[in-house]
């Protein structure tokens, strides 16, 4: 089993913002996350891939994702937080392209434990 280590979150105010990492060994071809509210569903947020970005609409313009594949590293910046983008937020790692699912959870191979992020209001 991939162990997969994140960190960065916590507790921030309205307008805040934080970034959440997530390392593992290994090269993967995507790397992503995605968040869970309580009494909500996990959500697809953000995925990176070799050549690609992704965001769910809610995130765009203030979530960036980003990775150093010489640290096996990806990031999460989030910018300009609201109390809805509270969530665990976990992330998610697949290791082989051919697969254009990058919202769906079901084509990851990997998860992190969750990190929780709280926006107050």
Request: glycine content about 10%; charged content about 15%; aromatic content about 14%.
């Amino acid at each position: 089993q991939v162990q997969v280590v994140e960190s960065g979150g916590g507790l921030v105010q309205a307008g805040g913002s934080l970034r959440l990492s997530c390392a593992a060994p290994g090269r993967y071809y995507r790397m992503g996350w995605f968040r869970q509210a309580p009494g909500k569903e996990r959500e697809f947020v953000a995925a990176i891939s070799w050549s690609s970005t992704y965001y769910t609409d809610s995130v765009k313009g203030r979530f960036i994702i980003s990775r150093d594949n010489a640290k096996n590293t990806v990031y999460l910046q989030m910018n300009s937080l609201k109390p809805e983008d509270t969530a665990v937020y976990y992330c998610a790692l697949r290791l082989l392209g051919g697969s254009s699912s990058y919202a769906s959870s079901r084509d990851y191979n990997y998860w992190g434990q969750g990190t929780q992020v709280t926006v107050s209001s």
